[in-house]
């Protein structure tokens, strides 16, 4: 038997070690997590946003993580702090190290009431941090959770009932936390009286013992010398040198009705203890009690006519003291209006997508996409002004030579230098003409001996003329130096277009949706095609290929063929053509249709959406506010851009008039932007219903003047030097610029760079379109009602394999309608094609052999 007991007590050690080894296990575990979170969440808040952008590569190796847990780090900021409750959740850290200590047997703290504060300030304390900082900071100190609740309040009830909210929460939690209830508020009064009784018990003399005062107290009341009012209007005549103090509890006040109840107790600042026997209140009594009590009401309620010792009940064989009211705790009754629900479903649900998802992101697709580098353009070198004095004091003696000889005084000129030209701006004498200079453009050119001299008069905005005058040794602008430099990489245009640099040598931009269409012309070899690159190359440079698709029309085939490289990325064409870049007059007839159907469909959007321009409306749609699956979707700038327009007018005439027209007059708020191109701007290429709706106007040098008024309205033009020099219109004002310049090779190297890096699938598929002219003419087609001489116009042009209708009236000796009638029926059967303007017809069948088995599958 004693064998078992000391069997068993050997037992019972190793069986407790065995039980406590669990606690001490999810003890550590739960310490060593806290410290791993709260670690974590330091690392993450130092570099949050590359930290949350490595959250969900968890497995990638080639990515390197900032945190010092690594990707585990970063993962553990991103859901607690960032999608979660912001810096609160360094409190869930906390409560992990209260239960790892209390598991541990060390009950450092009170469990459950520190749960209960940490829950009170995991739910407040992101509000707080979302209406107390900026949308920047409070996302990441806020989380998803406060910054939403904040957010929905803000709209529900307003900043000032947000904080109002906030206060009351605060206000709770301080009243139940430290019991600031009125009662208990009374209740701690009334503790202190009475240990302060109990203090001047035990100072207060015995009564076969001297009493003897304090100097303090005789300094303070001399009641032997002379009476002394107090306070509560006692009046003291009589003090007994021995009193015998006898205390008792204080009695409740009588209050009037209509004042709140108020319990006096003995006053703490007692410095004399008397017995009253007799007691004198003034002549006559007063009913009103503010000057004893003080009840900081703004309203006097009436009291009844009552004597002060029947409103108090005093009695005079009681020791009393001051009676002094405690001041009672104004209480608001803050009545919260009811929230009126003013978001409708579909706003709560695109505010719960932004919440969770973030901001739509249009470059998601391709996110890894790199703008391309400056170090792709040609550095020229040093492009700095140098100054000729000598130039430019010879020209200045020259013209004001010239202007002398002419009878036309000068009071002061000056110079401005430019990359090409000189400007000089006279200021002539009183009773000088400006039409008298105006005159003397041609005379000037020839005393300087200069080409392309332009006289402005008077200058807009200056008091003075201007002399432009070509420099003998011209700068030139390169596409780098305008990149490069911070006016471009700083602007905040949406279509930022940078042509060159202004006669005052400053660099001139132009917002391409402000514009909103640019018309160029200019003679062969004087820039206009270097022009078109510039436009396109800032573009490319500014602009992440979700934000903007170019439409190019090229009839020459060579200028804008470079750029087919970037036809995922930047180019649209129509679905069923193989080349972005069209060449073929029919598919620019069809692909300016597909346009006009898409500027259709943006306005149906925008008005569904309740937006008026592109800028709106992709706002709108990157808020989540617009759903995908009701067709909304994020619209891109469209620009087309077409090289040569004269030749499409020549070939096709009003079917590219009508559509460009259609364009220029109603796709600027839906984000369609046209360049137009033309080396004759003669009256019949741009007509007056296409000038009008171009207002930005580009004109490089021309062959005349009627040129030169044809795009600007005004001469100016003929007078340019041609390479790169131009005028721009912008409806206000004519600018003089020196075009930058940027070579072919370094076009093939940004579009290279482009090219070579993550495209999307395809070319951006614009509306397909379906001529008119076919549906009706091959639904109108009848086999029965064919012509007679049907099959042999089909063998002859089958044959000839030249779909023309002028050779069926030669061949078959016919007149030019029923000519035609066959050549309807030929293309209804499908045997010719369209038409295609001035050309002749493509024929469909190769050979006769197959042109039989069509004939003989038709009778049947």
Known sequence: ?????????????????????????????????????????????????????????????????????????????????????????????????????????????????????????????????????????????????????????NSMIGTVGLWLVLAASIALYFILEFNLRPSSIKSKLNDINESTIGKVKSMMPSSDENFEADDELIEEIETTDAEEELPSKVTVTEVVEKPTVKFTEPE????????????????????????????????????????????????????????????????????????????????????????????????KQSQDLVNQHGLYDHKLDLAKFQMPPVDLLKDYGNEEISINKE?????????????????????????????TVTLYEIVPEAGIRVAAIKKLQDDIALNLSALGIRIIAPMPGKGTIGIEVPRKNPTMVSMRSVIASQKFQNTDMDLPVVFGKTISNE????????????????????????????????????????????????????????????ERHYLAKLPDTDDAIITDTNKVINTLNSLCIEMDTRYDLLKNAFCKNLKEYNKKFSERKLNPENGHRYLPYIVLVVDEFA???????????????????????????????????SVNVITGMIKANFPARAAFRVISSVDSRTILDSPGADQLIGKGDMLYFNGNEILRLQCAFVDTPEVERLAEFIGEQKGYASAFLLPEYVSEESTSTVGAFDPNEKDALFEEAARIIVSTQQGSTSMLQRQLKLGYNRAGRIMDQLEASGIVGGFNGAKAREVIISDLHSLEQFLEDLRK
């Open 252 to 347: 409740p006040v009588n209050v009037p009705k209509g004042f709140p109840e108020i319990q006096v107790p003995v006053s703490t600042n007692v410095d004399t203890i008397v017995t009253p026997n007799k007691t004198s209140f003034d002549d006559e009594p007063k009913n009103d009690f503010s000057n004893s009590i003080n009840l900081n009401l703004n309203t006097k309620p009436s009291i009844p006519t009552s004597t002060p010792e029947q409103a108090f009940d005093m009695k005079p064989s009681t020791p009393t003291a001051t009676a002094v009211a405690p001041k009672e705790d104004i209480k608001f009754n803050v009545e919260v209006a009811p929230v009126i629900d003013v978001l409708d479903e579909s706003d």
């Open 647 to 681: 030749d499409l007018i020549m070939t096709a005439g009003k079917e590219v008039e009508l559509p460009i027209a259609r364009l220029a007059q109603l796709a600027r708020a839906v984000g369609i932007h046209l360049i137009v191109a033309t080396q004759r701007p």
């Open 1 to 153: 038997m004693n064998k078992n007991t000391q069997n068993k007590q050997q037992e019972s050690p190793d069986k407790g070690k065995f039980l406590s080894k669990p606690r001490v296990f999810f003890g550590l575990t739960f310490i060593l997590f806290s410290i791993i979170l709260t670690f974590s969440f330091v690392s993450y808040l130092m570099n949050w946003k590359a930290d949350q952008s490595q959250a969900g590569t968890m497995f990638d190796k080639s990515i390197k993580s900032s945190n010092l847990f690594g990707k585990l780090g970063d993962w553990l900021g991103n859901i607690f702090i960032f999608e979660s409750i912001g810096v609160a959740s360094f409190i869930i850290a906390f409560l992990f190290l209260v239960f790892g200590t209390i598991i541990l047997k060390k009950k450092t703290f009170k469990p459950w009431k520190t749960v209960g504060h940490s829950l009170f300030f995991i739910c407040w304390l992101p509000i707080f941090f979302g209406a107390a900082f900026t949308k920047n900071q409070g996302g990441v100190l806020s989380g998803v959770y406060g910054y939403q609740i904040m957010d929905s309040l």
């Open 391 to 419: 130039e430019l004091e010879e020209n200045k003696n020259k013209i004001v030579g010239l202007l002398k000889n002419f009878n036309v005084g000068i009071s002061e000129i000056k110079a401005t230098i430019g990359p």
């Open 507 to 566: 660099i001139f931009m132009a917002d391409l949706s402000k514009m909103p269409h640019l018309l160029m012309a200019g003679a062969t070899g004087q820039g206009k095609s270097v022009g078109i690159n510039a436009i396109l190359t800032s573009l490319l440079y500014k602009k992440h290929p979700s934000e903007l698709k170019f439409v190019m029309v090229d009839p020459k085939k060579v200028e804008l063929s470079l750029y087919s490289k970037i």
